[in-house]
């Protein structure tokens, strides 16, 4: 069993920037792929990122790309996303997921964290 903390949302203006930090427990964290999802009010749960299980890929979803960044630290058990030049839009509960079974850009991992809240005011 892994259980995932997110840490690190806030209030934002607009072109600032937040790095959210999820924290995972268990020895085996290094195996799984992670990503971040996001729900902005009134809609469902989105793909943001997802990084393997080394840290050497990566992928976006296409309107974060060249703003969001996603790195991990498997000797630390955390994955982290590095927020720049955020946008109102942005404004939504994060999430940071584990161990997707199929595609990593549906909803169906495994583990899941509780979510921080990141406010982008304009």
């Known amino acids: 069993q892994v259980q995932l903390v997110e840490s690190g949302g806030g209030l934002v203006q607009a072109g600032g920037s937040l790095r959210l930090s999820c924290a995972a427990s268990?020895?085996?964290?290094?195996?799984?792929?992670m990503g971040w999802f996001r729900q902005r009010p009134g809609k469902e749960r989105e793909f943001v990122a997802v990084i393997g299980r080394s840290g050497n890929s990566k992928y976006y979803t296409d309107s974060v790309k060249g703003r969001f960044t996603v790195s991990r630290d498997n000797a630390k058990n955390t994955v982290a996303l590095q927020m720049n030049s955020l946008k109102p839009e942005d404004t939504a509960v994060y999430y940071c997921a584990g161990d997707p079974p199929g595609n990593y850009y549906n909803t169906d991992y495994k583990y899941w964290g509780q979510g921080t809240q990141v406010t982008v005011s304009s």
């Open positions: 268990g020895r085996t964290f290094s195996s799984y792929v």
